[in-house]
């Protein structure tokens, strides 16, 4: 087991987002696919649409400076980047050479993953990344690169963004200001930012950005800001208050319809919907929806005093500005996703090795530092392959599900529990002693083995067996306190399963 470079991922997220031309994008991109998740060959195609060609735009990895490879372009009709992006989804082959659309450019290639980069309809590029091993990415690579070309995506859009719209001073400032701060990777800040641009470059009263749960089918407010001259003592504490539906009031209506609104009399307009103690008389309003790939975020609204005082050209200006905002708070979302992703076991919920990988050396450094107890145990279930082969992957997969939640409801609050890979789990419990840590796995092997589990509609009874480790008992570094848990599980298994063992002392 190595360390994680989980705390990477942050630094280069904010490299990425806050890179101010495609071709720092491109090379940002390149690089944090390498540093943090440790590819080997990858390389990132940008689509021509005058030409409908996807041509090289950067490479990093072993291989990236051969002639082929440099200078490699593609149509949407060839190839497995050109697979991709003709239907706009994940193309995973697991032996390039079974795969009549592979196109060798005689890198060590055995297994390749093309990655789509789009916003909405519009077609931005091609990610791929390559691998001299067979079957070398599976369904969580799929998951993580698809978030990551996300973030991408938005990368190349705000560059662009930023260089087509150099010539308007004021809408770039108040654009730069939200995807500046939006590469802080600060949900509120992001936001906060958001409203106060929005009420600058429109010369609002009142601005507010609500955001859609899509769980609850509402909209709340996210964000506000005001002048408070022109509003009651307890205006901030109604907004906050109000929950709005779609189709209901202006802002439920730009939801609705997925329709800026430009709105010179609120009081006679007959969408808006008053805030308790706030009249609608004498009002202007702008309503713009928040809309990433057709997917709704939000709505962002700004009132001023008096009818008719938006003019057209800060509609204008507040269309663009309300398209940046939903792809910087899009932008933020995707950054936590593949964070979340990169860390998390998609199957099971837990965390997943690499996260593992960062908390046994964070453990295991503390309780040596403290001189403190701690104790590893690894879990393997004992007869999974016999539910698999019997009922199928799907309710093999279901079953780890169900294993996971019995080991993570059996044990302490206090306690870590991973997914390591395959059907094994891995606990780690601070402030153990080795005694202790034994009756904690005998606890987790035995409720388990009581209970029935169900699988196609038939109960059927798993086992468990385990691996036990233990500072200060087994003196040793986080790589050999795992090896010794993995091994004493071993021996648990050759002595007939369902069992815990202890790694000799």
């Not at 021509?48 to 440099?70: F, H, I, K, W, Y």
């Not at 199957?347 to 453990?363: K, V």
Request: overall charge negative.
């Amino acid at each position: 087991m190595t360390g994680s470079a989980i705390e990477d991922i942050s630094d280069a997220a904010i490299r990425l987002l806050s890179a101010e031309s495609e071709r720092d994008v491109v090379h940002r991109a390149l690089e944090l696919l390498g540093d943090t998740f440790g590819y080997g060959l990858r390389y990132l195609l940008l689509y021509q649409p005058g030409t409908r060609e996807l041509v090289m735009a950067g490479g990093q990895g072993p291989g990236q400076n051969d002639p082929a490879v440099s200078v490699f372009r593609t149509t949407l009709d060839r190839g497995l980047t050109g697979a991709a992006a003709r239907e706009r989804r994940v193309v995973n082959v697991g032996n390039v050479f079974a795969d009549d659309r592979f196109i060798d450019t005689g890198t060590a290639c055995r297994s390749e993953i093309c990655v789509p980069i789009a916003q909405g309809d519009e077609l931005l590029g091609v990610l791929s990344v390559q691998s001299p091993e067979l079957n070398a990415f599976g369904e969580d690579t799929e998951r993580v690169l698809a978030s990551f070309c996300h973030l991408v995506a938005f990368g190349l859009l705000r560059s662009r963004s930023l260089e087509a719209r150099s010539r308007d001073i004021a809408q770039l400032g108040a654009v730069s200001r939200v995807a500046q701060v939006a590469t802080s990777l600060d949900l509120d800040a992001t936001l906060r930012c958001a409203v106060e641009s929005f009420q600058e470059l429109t010369t609002s009263d009142s601005t507010a950005i609500y955001l859609w749960n899509a769980e609850r089918e509402n909209l709340r407010v996210a964000s506000l800001t005001f002048d408070p001259r022109y509003y009651a003592t307890d205006y901030e504490q109604r907004v906050h208050e109000s929950i709005i539906r779609l189709g209901e009031g202006m802002v439920g209506w730009a939801a609705e319809h997925r329709e800026p609104a430009l709105i010179d009399d609120v009081a006679k307009d007959g969408r808006p919907r008053a805030i308790q103690g706030t009249p609608l008389e004498s009002k202007s309003a702008i309503v713009v929806p928040l809309l990433v790939e057709n997917g709704l975020i939000g709505v962002i609204r700004a009132v001023k005093i008096g009818v008719g005082s938006y003019t057209q050209d800060q509609f204008r200006l507040a269309q663009t500005l309300g398209n940046q905002v939903g792809l910087a708070v899009a932008a933020v979302r995707a950054y936590h996703e593949a964070n979340r992703l990169a860390i998390t076991d998609s199957l099971t919920g837990l965390p997943n090795a690499r996260q593992l990988s960062t908390r046994l050396i964070e453990e295991v450094s503390r309780a040596k530092r403290h001189e403190r107890p701690l104790t590893l145990t690894v879990f393997d279930s004992d007869h999974l392959k016999v539910v698999n082969d019997r009922f199928g992957h799907g309710e093999g997969n279901r079953l780890l599900g169900d294993l996971a939640h019995q080991i993570r409801s059996t044990v302490r609050t206090s306690d870590f529990v991973a997914r390591f890979g395959g059907d094994e789990f891995v606990l780690i419990a601070p402030e153990t002693h080795l005694a202790a840590g034994i009756i904690l796995a005998e606890r987790v092997r035995a409720a388990i083995a009581s209970r029935d589990f169900s699988v196609s509609s038939e109960h059927v009874r798993i086992t468990v067996s385990a691996g036990v480790a233990a500072l200060p008992e087994h003196p040793a570094d986080p790589d050999e306190l795992f090896r010794l848990a993995d091994g004493a599980l071993y021996e648990a298994k050759r002595r007939g399963r369902d069992q815990v063992a202890v790694a000799a002392i």
